[in-house]
């Protein structure tokens, strides 16, 4: 069964490497200040999609992710692994998206891919953490979803079958195509990148990415798979006001960096008053909440 798959892939901030200049004054992240990374989840998403590919001979993988023209890496990262094609969606007007913002614009794109069979990425992006995306590109393309999955076990008579982690132990269930899968981190990871694969794509960038005086710029006429799909707002026919920040209700009210401090050590007895003063303390100082 040859299956169209599309992986949605985040380059995200080294969360590792946070510090005072990570946030801008707007409330948004300050990606020029910190290192940029494949968001983990999104490369066990992408192994998921190049094992169905290898179980399903005459299938594609292509990579879609939106970001500023540097994201073009992702893709990148995704051919050196086995994916056959990438779209980078940029433009100013998709900035400071929130997940409403960035669903709607994944959803405009897969619609102009079109014919998408399983779109699969990562549970959630760890520059966030809300584990929305995935589910809110499902409703707005009307499809079959699968959360938490751990391995995509088989694709067969137009059916998914997905073993998921829920609270307790393992699932498998099964689920008609068109199908949007999220997997969980605990998935098998990504597997190294080809060497073959490297040297094939290694120039492949997108055309927002050139300056246009690289040693190898003749190289892009003679093999044009090295250039990159590139889309704007209007090239996936989206809506400005569905786009960015004017299309993103959630707003950043503060950003505060809290440094856990040992200061000294208390002996609690198991009275409600005890537990009660621990909670009280915990919340002020904002070490829960």
Partial sequence: MK???????KQ????????KDAMTAEGTV??????????????????????????????????????PPRAGEIIRQGLYRGADTGWLLTDRKFAGADTLATSYALAM??????NVDLVIGGRQAID??????GPQVAQKLGLNQVTYAEEVVKIENGKAVVRRHID????????????????NGTAAPARPC?????????YATCPMERKGDEPWTPLYESRPYLTLNQWSVADVNGDETQCGL??????????????????ESKTLTSSDTDVESLVEELLNEKIIG
């Fill in 3 to 9: 299956l169209k798959i599309v992986v949605l892939a």
């Fill in 12 to 19: 995200v901030p080294d969360t590792r490497n946070v510090g």
């Fill in 30 to 67: 300050n990606r020029t200040a910190l290192p940029a990374i494949f968001n983990p989840e999104d490369l066990n998403a992408l192994e998921q999609a190049l094992r169905i590919k290898d179980q399903n001979p005459g299938s594609t993988v292509g990579v879609l992710t939106m970001g």
């Fill in 109 to 114: 794109a897969i619609k102009k891919i079109g």
């Fill in 128 to 133: 966030g953490d809300t584990a929305q995306v």
């Fill in 168 to 183: 307790g132990g393992v699932e498998t269930v099964k689920a008609p195509l068109p199908i949007m899968i999220t997997v």
């Fill in 194 to 202: 080809n060497a073959k694969l490297v040297m094939k794509y290694k």
């Fill in 246 to 263: 004017s299309g993103s209700p959630t707003k950043v009210k503060a950003v505060q960096n809290i440094v856990f401090q040992a200061k």
